[in-house]
């Protein structure tokens, strides 16, 4: 069944449909419309269900049920095709949208994400839930860059600070709403169930593999698979980690590139 998506539109061009990673919250400024596509396309970004501002049913999600969720959306907003930039956990519903719907499709990029199964899966997330607070962060911050290990966030005392600032204040958006803790545990139940190894070679969209090299949580061994089973797909690795799009100053123009066919 059809549920309420907190949804936004910026800019202008062809159009973009954006799709967010675990967690993922319009209000946590800045947001995806606040960086370098609006300036190329017309960029659609969405809470997803159990985020942000979105519906949050106490109820099992599947992939499949994001993916359609998507489909609902652009319908909703009458685009009957679009290009879609899927990153991290977005990236496997942008996966399961081009098998489930390929006519709404056009050019696809896939971000630090995975394929799952045999695959390779992305870091289990749900597992890091029951640790204390501390230890969960050092734990984040050592798996979306793996450079910053133990040696690492000890000698750095003042970045590590900084991150811890700016994660702290990403986790606070949205702090009063009680229903916000189901919907980020229903997210991860089914993020631990991703799996479209063995149906990659159905997607027919041109489709951009991106990785970041020192990435933990998806590691580029998971987006050669992408590469390799996507026809025709491209892998382009970027220095950085899961957060490579703002590590490293060539990432954003060189999707930005792909998805323009230039």
Same mark, same amino acid.
């Given at each position: 069944?059809?549920?309420?998506?907190?949804?936004?539109?910026?800019?202008?061009?062809?159009?973009?449909?954006?799709?967010?990673?675990? +967690? +993922?919250?319009?209000?946590?400024?800045?947001?995806?419309?606040?960086?370098?596509?609006?300036?190329?396309?017309?960029?659609?970004?969405?809470? =997803?269900?159990?985020?942000?501002?979105? &519906?949050?049913?106490?109820?099992?999600?599947?992939?499949?049920?994001?993916?359609?969720?998507?489909?609902?959306?652009? &319908?909703?907003?009458?685009?009957?095709?679009?290009?879609?930039?899927?990153?991290?956990?977005?990236?496997?519903?942008?996966?399961?949208?081009?098998?489930?719907?390929?006519?709404?499709?056009?050019?696809?990029?896939?971000?630090?994400?995975?394929? +799952?199964?045999?695959?390779?899966?992305?870091?289990?997330?749900?597992?890091?839930?029951?640790?204390?607070?501390?230890?969960?962060?050092?734990?984040?911050?050592?798996?979306? &860059?793996?450079?910053?290990?133990?040696?690492?966030?000890?000698?750095?005392?003042? =970045?590590?600070? =900084?991150?811890?600032?700016?994660?702290?204040?990403?986790?606070?958006?949205?702090?009063?709403?009680?229903?916000?803790?189901?919907?980020?545990?229903?997210?991860?139940?089914?993020?631990?169930?991703? &799996?479209?190894?063995?149906?990659?070679?159905?997607?027919?969209?041109?489709?951009?593999?991106?990785?970041?090299?020192?990435?933990?949580?998806?590691?580029?061994?998971?987006?050669?698979?992408?590469?390799?089973?996507?026809?025709?797909?491209?892998?382009?690795?970027?220095?950085?980690?899961?957060?490579?799009?703002?590590?490293?100053?060539?990432?954003?123009?060189?999707?930005?590139?792909?998805?323009?066919?230039?």
């Amino acid at each position: 069944m059809p549920i309420h998506l907190h949804h936004e539109r910026a800019g202008a061009g062809p159009r973009l449909l954006y799709i967010g990673g675990t +967690g +993922g919250d319009l209000r946590a400024k800045p947001n995806v419309l606040d960086g370098p596509l609006v300036a190329h396309f017309e960029v659609l970004a969405y809470d =997803q269900r159990g985020q942000g501002r979105s &519906d949050k049913p106490d109820e099992a999600y599947s992939m499949a049920q994001y993916a359609d969720d998507a489909a609902d959306l652009l &319908d909703a907003v009458g685009w009957s095709e679009a290009h879609v930039l899927g990153v991290s956990f977005g990236g496997m519903v942008a996966q399961e949208l081009a098998l489930r719907h390929p006519g709404l499709v056009d050019r696809l990029v896939l971000a630090c994400t995975s394929s +799952g199964g045999a695959g390779g899966a992305s870091y289990p997330l749900h597992e890091l839930e029951a640790l204390p607070a501390d230890e969960r962060f050092a734990a984040h911050l050592s798996l979306s &860059d793996v450079r910053r290990d133990e040696a690492w966030q000890a000698a750095n005392p003042d =970045q590590v600070a =900084q991150l811890r600032a700016f994660a702290d204040a990403q986790s606070a958006v949205g702090a009063d709403d009680p229903d916000l803790a189901t919907g980020r545990r229903r997210q991860l139940e089914a993020r631990a169930t991703h &799996d479209t190894t063995s149906r990659l070679c159905q997607i027919a969209s041109p489709t951009l593999v991106c990785a970041g090299r020192h990435d933990g949580i998806a590691p580029v061994a998971n987006s050669e698979v992408l590469a390799e089973r996507i026809p025709d797909a491209r892998l382009q690795v970027f220095e950085g980690g899961h957060l490579f799009l703002l590590q490293d100053r060539e990432a954003w123009p060189a999707i930005i590139e792909f998805l323009t066919g230039r």
